[in-house]
């Protein structure tokens, strides 16, 4: 299977599956003499890693990385500097329950990559998925922890805006509240209404859908390329391919298409130190595939879960029709661990493009 990496000159390759031993990242590219902590690339995996609240898979994953190559530790025994040789980063799956995926090993789950995986492979890994289960995931996080290193200008947040059809009131928004509730969720008025919505779906063995949007401040202008290298194509690109995720949209996005020029535009001054201001942001700190020093803004759509316990119609690999019932612990809403999936894919996009603006212009 090849396709397992991304970016250009911070190329992350992962590699690993749901229910094999373990799970990694290889991390090409990374300048050396950048020092870091294991774990300060842990507490981003902490913030994704399952059964941390009823809403979520229970299924229990320390997630503890272990990064077992392209640096040299320090005096202090914790702090490791990257030598600019590959970076290596590993994370062991200690609570695997293959049996739960039995019944389905010729069955192709409705929602799922089942039925594609096989027309294209041949094979496919029925033990949740293998290389199509948001676990992979994991190994994105930790490649983001060390690319939050590589632009330490940029503040990379991610907040859970919408589940369901209930949406946040933005006039509430607090960063500081994503980190006091389960859901990521910068309105603290919306929490208890998410959290009544989502037992409802969970005792109905249901799931739901969800939008995320992740914001990066501090970032210089000038990351990107007007054509075939624009810094929002990308960053679509990298957080599209994030398990589960049908949408993405920068800036006011589809909001573009029902106002009038003159409301879109971005209009500009001189700030009182003498540079240049905008004074709104509908592109989202993207103009014409180049960053304008505004913050960048994207949202992506995550689709419902598609592992529910309500039986639904589909086929098997001998061209039977069947009722499939997906067994196992599942997220009744995937979009909530989604959101540091999403700071890490934007976190990586900006290591990779900082680096590629510095090799072509010489500035930084």
Known sequence: MSHNTFGHLFRVTTWGESHGPA?????????????????????????????????????????????????????????????????????????????????????????????????????????????????????????????????????????????????????????????????????????????????????AGSSVGAVVEVVAEGVPAGLGAPVYAKLDQDIASNLMSINAVKGVEIGNGFGAAEITGEENADEMRIGNDGQPMFLSNNAGGVLGGISSGQPIVARFAVKPTSSILTERRSIDADGNEVDVRTKGRHDPCVGIRAVPIGEAMLACTLADHYLRHRGQTGRI
């Open 23 to 203: 799970l990694g990242c290889v991390i090409d590219g990374c300048p050396p003499g950048i020092e870091f902590t294991v774990a300060e690339l842990q507490q981003w995996l902490d913030k994704r890693k399952p059964g941390q609240s009823r809403f979520v898979t229970q299924r229990r994953e320390a997630d503890a990385v272990q990064v077992l190559s392209g640096f040299m530790p320090q005096e202090d025994g914790e702090t490791l500097i990257t030598t600019g040789t590959p970076v290596s980063m590993m994370i062991e799956n200690t609570d695997q329950r293959s049996k739960d995926y039995s019944e389905i090993a010729r069955r192709y789950r409705p929602g799922h990559a089942d039925f594609s995986y096989d027309v294209k492979y041949g094979i496919r890994d029925y033990r949740g998925g293998g290389r199509s289960s948001a676990r992979e995931t994991a190994a994105r996080v930790a490649a983001g922890g060390l690319a939050r290193k590589v632009i330490p200008q940029a503040t990379i947040r991610g907040a859970l805006v919408q589940i369901g059809n209930i949406p946040i009131n933005r006039d509430n928004w607090n960063w500081d509240s994503t980190d006091d509730n389960a859901f990521f969720c910068p309105d603290a008025e919306t929490v208890p209404k998410w959290e009544a919505y989502l037992d409802e779906v969970r005792k």
